[in-house]
Structure formats: structure tokens, C-alpha cells
């Protein structure tokens, strides 16, 4: 990913926006508060550094138009094609044997590739438990490999065969390109100027663009085009590329309730960027420079803590301070001490 040096669009300014900005705002003020006003440092946990990984060596390495990886694979489909249309020639089928071959060993290449990504990442970055803060132990870091081996794998599987391990077809355009830079001015109502900035994962040559996301498949989380249409990340990136059909390609981490992974379900979500999300998008921008009054520095901002209960489990049972708020957050401590404590 490049950086602002090399951007043509500069040093990133205190009132870019960017869709996590204002999704943690919308999230939580006071989340938004920790993070960006008063800047305490955040933490990580496994499944961001798997997803950070995945990202890393999906897009940069395999997806690309460029990558030899996806030429063979684009040239497997071909052949599985013709096969299909009823060409059964000998020849045809030892060749895509032979191709297979080549590409199984391209695709467990990649995953040795993800597995060090993730291995470097797990050893620099302190990751910790996301409702204790405890920092993990050796087990889960482990467990974390093991897993990222098989969603990693799935994913690029699913692509190259065109449907994943449970035979749901997995159909998406050819990629143009990945990580690409969007930005654009835009005036509100109000008159504030602002630019929305964020990198876009993928850009299709169709013109669609889209978005990688490795999820948890637990009911409460799991990405469906209910979830989808309640973000703004499709309509920012709308505004700065003027394409309006989007698509998040999603990796459903299927495990067990030991943490040990199963083959991922691969699938898209596909969908319009209507006139009324653009509106709202505004809506949602006015809103939070009002509330954060992000163009005087923050200096007359309104931060409330939005806390939201999601039960206890065993682990935790008895602890108010860390289930006052089952939000993802880093800052359950000092929110609690600052504004929940009795
Ligand atoms: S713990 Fe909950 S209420 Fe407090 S800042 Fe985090 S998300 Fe907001």
C-alpha cells in the first residue's frame, strides 16, 4: 500500500475522512473520541492480523491481472469450460491435469506466504483478547495459524475453481486493479468542505468496485446485504470513483466451538449504490461535523459514551466493567472508569 509520499493526493488531512472514521463514530462518539481526539493507542486482536494478512497476500500477490497465479487459474477455467461444453479430448484433460498440478503447488506457496505474514505479525504486535485486553497466549496464536492456513486457502480455491468447498458458485469479475487510492472534495449543505480518502480493495474492469472481508459467521455478525446496505464504505467510495455497483466479496471464517477452522464459505454480495445511500451518506457527514466539530479541531465536540449490553459469558460473568459494553473497543477500561464506575 503506498503511502502519503507517494500519493498525488498528499499528506492525509485532519478532516479526510475515512470510512472507519466515520463508522466509529457512528459506532460509538466516544470511541471516536479515544481514537482520533485524544489518540490512545489501540490494540489488536487475532482476527484483524488474519485479516490484515489475508488482504496482504490476496490482493498483492494473487488476485492481480498481472500475477502468474491468476494467469493459470484464469487458463484452468478455460479449459474447465470447454470441458463442460462437452469437450472431452484426452489432450484437454491431461493439460488441465498437469495445470492443476502446478496450481495446487502455487496455492500452498501462497498460504506458506500467509502463514509468515501472519507468524511476523503475531510476534510484533502484541494482539490481545478483545473483550479481556488480555494478551493472547502461544495456544491461540497456534490456533490462529491453523486457521488462517484454511480460510486462506479456501479462499483462493473457491476463486480458481469458481465455487468454494461446499459447491456454491463463486463468480467475480476480472480484477483490473487492488488497493487503489480514493479521494475526493465534497462541499455539504452547511457549506463544510471535506475530502473522503480510503483505499478501495478492488477495482473491477466491469467498473464495479469492492471490498475483501474475512468475517465471523456468528448470526449476530455475519454479512448479508442487510449489513451491507447499512454502511457508508459503498457510497464514500461511490463518490470518489463515480461507480455505483459494489460488491463485498466475503469469507465466512466457518469453525467449530474449539476455535478449530472448517473450509470458509466464499461468497459475494452484490448490489447498487442508490441515489437515496448518497443522500444519506451527507446526512451522515453534516451529522458528524456538527457533533464533532471536526473543522475547529474538535474543540466544542460532543463525545457521549453509546454502550451497548450483550450479556455475559463464563469467562467474564460478575465482571461489570467488561460487560457494561460488548462493542468492539479497545478503551473498556477508561470508559468504564471515566463515565460508568460507581
Ligand atoms: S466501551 Fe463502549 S461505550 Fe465505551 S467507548 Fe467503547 S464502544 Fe463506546
Redesign the pocket.
Known amino acids: 500500500m503506498s503511502n502519503y509520499k507517494e500519493s498525488p493526493n498528499g499528506r492525509w488531512l485532519p478532516t479526510d475522512i475515512s470510512p472507519s472514521r466515520l463508522k466509529t463514530f457512528k459506532?460509538?462518539p466516544?470511541?471516536y473520541e479515544?481514537n482520533y481526539v485524544r489518540r490512545f493507542p489501540r490494540t489488536t486482536g487475532i482476527a484483524a492480523l488474519q485479516g490484515s494478512t489475508l488482504h496482504e497476500v490476496f490482493l498483492e500477490e494473487y488476485i492481480l491481472p498481472s500475477s502468474p497465479y491468476m494467469v493459470l487459474d484464469n487458463g484452468i477455467r478455460e479449459l474447465v469450460e470447454k470441458i463442460d461444453a462437452g469437450d472431452d479430448s484426452t489432450e484437454l484433460d491431461a493439460n488441465l491435469k498437469e495445470m492443476l498440478l502446478e496450481s495446487n503447488g502455487n496455492i500452498d506457496d501462497l498460504v506458506e506466504l500467509m502463514i509468515m505474514d501472519l507468524q511476523s505479525r503475531l510476534d510484533t504486535e502484541d494482539p490481545r483478547d478483545y473483550k479481556t485486553n488480555a494478551l493472547v497466549d502461544a495456544f491461540d496464536k497456534k490456533q490462529g495459524i491453523e486457521q488462517m492456513k484454511i480460510w486462506g486457502k479456501g479462499l483462493l480455491v473457491a476463486i480458481r475453481n469458481g465455487k468454494d468447498d461446499y459447491g456454491n458458485a463463486v463468480r467475480i469479475p476480472p480484477v483490473a486493479e487492488t488497493e487503489v487510492e480514493g479521494c475526493c472534495e465534497i462541499e455539504l449543505p452547511s457549506g463544510v468542505k471535506l475530502r473522503l480518502r480510503g483505499y478501495i480493495d478492488l477495482l473491477f474492469e466491469d467498473g464495479s468496485i469492492g471490498d475483501l472481508k474475512m468475517a465471523s459467521d456468528y448470526w449476530k455478525a455475519i454479512w448479508t446485504l442487510a449489513k451491507a446496505i447499512s454502511e457508508d464504505q459503498p457510497a464514500m467510495y461511490a463518490k470518489m470513483t463515480g461507480a455505483r455497483t459494489f460488491r463485498y466479496l466475503i469469507v465466512d471464517k466457518k469453525r467449530a466451538k474449539s476455535g478449530d477452522a472448517y473450509a470458509p464459505m466464499v461468497r459475494t454480495i452484490d448490489f447498487e449504490v442508490t441515489d437515496r445511500d448518497m443522500e444519506k451518506l451527507i446526512e451522515d457527514l453534516e451529522l458528524f461535523v456538527k457533533v464533532t466539530d471536526i473543522v475547529n479541531g474538535h474543540e466544542n465536540g460532543l463525545f457521549p459514551?453509546?454502550?451497548e449490553y450483550n450479556g455475559q459469558t463464563k469467562a467474564t460473568a460478575g465482571r461489570t466493567e467488561l460487560n457494561f459494553?460488548g462493542?468492539l473497543?479497545n478503551?473498556?477500561e477508561i470508559?468504564f472508569n471515566e463515565?460508568f464506575k460507581r
Open positions: 459506532t460509538c466516544k470511541q479515544y459514551p453509546k454502550p459494553c462493542k473497543c478503551h473498556k470508559c463515565n
